[in-house]
């Protein structure tokens, strides 16, 4: 006698949503890094309590960097921000969220191995 096959369970359509990328626009990069934090961390003129005042001093803290960068906060922990190479260089790279049952933003993404 075979046996019966089991079946999973249908995901109820929040869960499929929940489990779905969404394409929410795109980021450009022209300098081969993004910055992944809050922006009013990044580069601002009282740099005492953020990395740079100017995008140069930024990018001098950024010129041993390989794949990614952690960024610490002025008391040595880290949450600042993190910078992480496109792997790629410049170009335009389409930035995916995750929502849950309610519509929040759970998990972002970008894609930066598109192919050609």
Known sequence: ???PIRRRPRASRARRRR???EQVG??????GMIWI????YCVTPDAK???AATWMDFC??????EAAKQFHFPRGHAGLGVCVRSGHGD????????RDAQG????????FDLPE
């Open 19 to 21: 489990q779905q990328w």
């Open 104 to 111: 929040r933003v759970m998990e972002a993404r970008i894609v």
């Open 91 to 98: 170009g335009v790279y389409p930035v995916d969220v995750r």
């Open 49 to 51: 309590d953020h990395p």
């Open 1 to 3: 006698m075979r046996k």
């Open 26 to 31: 795109e980021c450009g990069v022209d300098s």
């Open 60 to 65: 001098g803290q950024t010129d041993d960097m």
């Open 37 to 40: 934090g809050d922006p009013s």
